[in-house]
């Protein structure tokens, strides 16, 4: 589809419900969009394209919006933000409609241009961290963002329309044809947090950047455009890089075989819910990851709930783990229910884990089961619930 951004600004992008793991890691039940822009001025800039690797015809639908956007004109510049294929993987067909067109990037980009497309010829224009382009009335300012999420990554400031052309970041899961701005803030977290979240000293450089341009507009690679209140998403970007909490509560993850530590699970959070306390419990055997770990670094504290397994953490929860230490978790109260009928050991690996994480902390009560939830471990539980409330 074709639609106004901004004055000269129109957006070409597509929506995607074919794909059902994005990356082949991350459901996305609403879709995705891919998204792409044009300029319209005394020169016309393409601002990215699409997928064109996934099962669809993504590629004739992106490049036929584009020449209905052009009506009869010529680009004269294709912007290549991020070289990852979900992105850039119409390139080599753009090219072939469009030779006389210069592609706009920075070194590392065209080092993966000759890589993803070997023997690809095309007019080329490198540009440095903090270059201007020119495209009449509208003025495209470069800014590098290595590693939002990969290495090549720049964003594109236009002056004139105060339009931040964002690449990865501010995007979200979610296909624009059931998704909105209503809709940004849960998905966008979880793509934050699973996609980019390992890079947060980058994505906080990249805000810095930010700081004095006045941004209208946010346009994102996925997602909806953002026009309004600007300062909301700038904020939740700042606190998702910082790895800090948003709501003051409890994230209660658990694992259970038989039954047994998730009685345990349940039990807790009653408790703490008579108490006035948030408390959310997510299964993590039958949970994704992605929307697990986005709700723990949402919330302010944790408590997790394993079987002994194997001698270590119940698989479940060790994959969590694995996700949320990746992704820099920090800065939370941890508590720990373990479960082992003979030899409880998930405990003393589950700190393992996390005692690497920088200013995590754990609860002086530590639960053991063996294996039930009898009287005595209902006792220890409710001691854990009176300490996690008691600030």
Not at 50 to 71: I, P, R, T, Y
Not at 103 to 132: H, L, P, Q, W
Not at 241 to 251: N, R
Not at 335 to 351: D, H, L, R, T, V
């Amino acid at each position: 589809m074709t639609t106004k951004v901004a004055d000269d600004i129109f957006y070409l992008g597509v929506d995607d419900h074919v794909t059902d793991l994005f990356e082949d890691l991350y459901p996305i039940p609403d879709g995705i969009s891919y998204n792409s822009y044009v300029i319209m001025d005394e020169k016309t800039a393409v601002m990215d394209t699409v997928c064109g690797v996934c099962d669809a015809d993504f590629d004739v639908q992106w490049l036929s919006n584009l020449e209905k956007a052009l009506n009869g004109r010529t680009p004269d510049y294709l912007v290549i933000s991020h070289m990852e294929p979900d992105h850039s993987s119409v390139l080599d067909r753009f090219v072939e409609k469009y030779p006389s067109c210069t592609v706009i990037g920075n070194k590392t980009t065209f080092t993966m241009i000759d890589s993803y497309f070997a023997g690809i010829k095309c007019n080329r224009k490198v540009v440095a961290d903090g270059e201007t382009v020119e495209l009449g009335k509208h003025s495209l300012k470069f800014l590098f963002a290595p590693m939002v999420h990969w290495p090549e990554v720049m964003v594109s400031y236009d002056a004139y329309s105060k339009v931040l052309f964002s690449a990865d970041a501010f995007g979200k899961f979610g296909a624009l044809d059931v998704t909105d701005i209503q809709d940004w803030e849960d998905e966008a977290r979880r793509y934050y947090i699973g996609i980019v979240g390992k890079f947060g000293s980058q994505v906080l450089k990249l805000l810095y950047k930010l700081t004095g341009l006045t941004v209208k507009t946010i346009c994102a690679l996925h997602g909806p455009v953002l026009k309004d209140n600007i300062d909301y998403y700038i904020d939740k970007y700042m606190l998702w890089a910082k790895c800090m909490p948003e709501e003051k509560g409890v994230f209660i993850g658990y694992g259970s075989v038989y039954g047994h530590t998730k009685a345990a699970a349940e039990f807790l959070a009653e408790k703490l819910a008579a108490k006035g306390y948030t408390a959310e419990v997510h299964d993590l055997s039958r949970e994704h990851w992605s929307y697990s770990e986005a709700a723990a670094f949402r919330l302010s504290k944790m408590v997790l709930c394993s079987p002994t397994y194997n001698g270590g953490v119940f698989t479940p929860v060790e994959n969590f783990l694995d996700a949320i230490c990746e992704r820099n978790y920090q800065g939370r109260v941890v508590g720990i229910i373990e479960n082992g009928s003979w030899a409880p050991m998930a405990a003393k690996k589950i700190k393992e884990k996390l005692s690497p994480q920088p200013n995590v902390k754990f609860t002086d009560t530590l639960v053991t089961m063996r294996p039930s939830l009898d009287a005595a471990a209902k006792i220890n539980i409710i001691a854990l619930a009176e300490e996690i409330t008691s600030d």
